[in-house]
């Protein structure tokens, strides 16, 4: 800006709650002169001021030009809470302090697993539930037991949860023996009991600032609506089935007309809900889990407009590597991030999975120039090209880690290369050798759900270079090792010209191409026999679900999910973070961005199932199959290092174990996480 400007305004967004600045009175948005405010800029407070913009407008430049924000222009420091939360958020994204994080204490006081861990809105108080049928209060910052709960249930308890504002006085809980209770803690009398759940009730799910709603998911297959302001007489622990109450249902033919939540799984049989989240940011949003390898995302204002069709207004799911199409993966729970733009979902007998929501997602045309992405391409394409924005990616820092990454793959170090690669495309999305280095490093390494990777990386290639020979070639040979001949054969039509005809090509078009005959032999056999060749309705279904899902962003690996139903994972320090359990008791923590495994903790003798970080402090509370509850601070003297030989033979170990459990039955690893009912 020149010294020569004749007029000058302003725009003001004001952030405080009033919506108007208390000095001034001037209204949430105004364009005051300049000098004017200039001369008694002493007079606004600091909120006022706060992620304000400036945008100058001159009489010789027909233009709005933002410069920066106003906390900077003023040149002092912002005291608003904004400011505040910004600086917490710098210390909870520090790295190193990520990998100092140690047992700072020990809570003891249950004598059963501990299968829920929740902190209270504003983190004073830590509540949990047990196989001991207890809910226990613990009190910050000694974290002393300030009250036992003698829930009444007559199973394990898998929930407990604080009404929202309530301090509390309130809590709620859901257990084996399919019950939901409210607990009124300085008034036992006045607690109450709702028996309509027809399985054992999982999880509980409650609105910010309403105290009268929650929600209860059950192994039934419905969620409900528990009001606490009004009695429920037909629920009355009879046995007399009760409908009145169900929001969703999975169930087919649906209870009472409900919507049917798209079971993916036809007209037979229903689907136990494992999991159940209600989005902080955007409470319309309500996430479910189930005993079958989709997430289902609900809009709770279409619930009770739909009464015969499907409400759900976006699904995920988990890559499957299964043969035939059938995956033996299933939800073992699932979270928001901060923002409402992100959900995380775990899934037993695979990984853990990032997936943007539906409206979050920008048009492809705001982000890097150079790398757009036609409309005509593939969905996945449109999608890829959305993550990061143009001053944010960086080719010169992803050229340099993408170096690396070439050097641990002449060394056959896979698993560092492909660390590397994922770093590099964390700086530009849109690096096609770094895309299709690690679709190679993941060709080699072959840990669990790899082979969809390379599909998806290849996907991502070719997407910007229809051409490329590489990526087809390894798009080729992933879907043939997927046994998935159909696609292969697919692929090898249209892929052919740009392959480059080598012994290794030469001797993966040939078993595609005989792959795909003896398919097409099959095929035909089963329709002979199929009474007229109609297909199995349950197939279709699923096919169709699995090629409308969302796709994945991130995915992280390293634990092992497959003895229990109820491991979490978690978003952690702004969402910069995933934490989640594992069956080997390790606390696992992953940088988000580039999927990168920063520190491993043990946390359990056994399997840790319970991760729950604080809402606003450097802490970590964890439980599972001890009866105790671990509180986690970054207090270690020096960092965990992230090439520790403990840590490298722990994850190969892992991944291991994964894979013998992906070659088993899948009837029995669907069994082992309970998918059936109570095993």
Known sequence: MTRSVGLCYYILTLQTPARTCVACRLPETAAVPFFSIARNIKSHTTDCWTNCIIIIITHTHDMAQPLRSSRRWLGEPCRSHQDVAARRSSSLRNKALIR???????????????????????????????????????????????????????????????????????????????????????????????????DRTKKLATEPGNPHLFFSSGEDGTVRQMDCRTPHPRC????????????????????????????????????????????????????????????????????ARSTTTCCCVQHFDAPSEAPNSWSTASVTSVAFSGTGTDLLASFGNEHAYTYPLLETQPAPRSFCATRNVPRGEPQYARKMAVRKPAW????????????????????????????????????????????SNRAAALL??????????????????LAQEPCHAKANFRKLQALHDLGK?????????????????????ARVITAVEQDGLDDQSDDSDDAAGDHGGEQSPVKNTFAEWQQACTPYTNRFVGHVNTVT???????????????????????????????????????????????????????????????????????????????????????????????????????????????????
């Open 485 to 505: 001949p159909k696609l292969a054969l697919d692929h090898l039509a249209t892929c052919r010209p740009h392959l480059m005809v080598t012994p290794d090509v």
């Open 100 to 198: 100092r994080l140690q047992t700072a204490q020990t809570l003891e006081g249950h004598t059963g697993c501990v299968n829920s861990i929740r902190w209270s809105e504003d983190g004073s108080t830590l509540i949990s539930g047990s196989d001991d049928c207890c809910v226990v209060l613990w009190r910050a910052p000694e974290y002393q037991r300030i009250a036992v709960i003698r829930t009444g249930h007559s199973g394990n308890v898998f929930c407990a949860s604080e009404l929202p504002t309530t301090d509390c006085a309130q809590i709620a809980s859901c257990a084996a023996d399919g019950e939901v209770r409210l607990h009124n803690v300085e008034n036992p009398g006045a607690s109450r009991a709702w028996f309509c759940h027809r």
């Open 565 to 679: 139903d109820i491991k979490e994972a978690c978003f952690f320090g702004c969402d910069t973070y995933v934490m989640s359990g594992s069956d080997d008791g390790h606390l696992f923590v992953w940088e988000r961005e580039t999927e990168a495994l920063v520190g491993m903790f043990k946390a359990d003798a056994h399997v840790l199932n319970c991760v729950r970080p604080h809402p606003t402090e450097m802490l970590v509370a964890t439980s599972g199959i001890e009866d105790a509850i671990k509180l986690w601070q970054p207090t270690a003297p020096r960092a965990l290092g992230q090439s520790s030989r403990h840590f490298q033979e722990q994850v190969a170990a892992n991944m291991a174990s994964l894979s013998r459990q992906f070659s088993a039955n899948p009837f029995l690893s669907m069994f082992n996480l309970g998918a059936f009912g109570d095993v």
């Open 236 to 303: 009355d622990g009879t046995g007399t089935p009760c409908t009145s109450n169900i929001v969703l249902s999975l169930r087919s033919p649906c209870d009472s007309g409900h919507a049917a939540g798209c079971c993916a799984r036809g007209q037979q049989g229903y689907l136990g809900i494992k999991c159940l989240e209600l989005c902080p940011s955007r409470p319309q949003y309500l996430a479910v889990g189930a005993s079958d390898p989709f997430v289902r995302l609900f809009d709770r204002r279409m619930l």
């Open 392 to 435: 944010a990616c960086q080719p010169q820092a992803a050229a340099k880690l993408k170096e690396r990454g070439n050097q641990k793959y002449a060394r056959k170090h896979y698993a560092a290369a492909v660390e590397f690669y994922s770093a590099a495309l964390a700086q530009d999305p849109y690096h096609i050798v770094a895309l």
């Open 444 to 461: 080699k390494r072959r840990w669990p759900s790899d082979l969809a990777a390379v599909v998806k990386d290849c996907d991502g290639v």
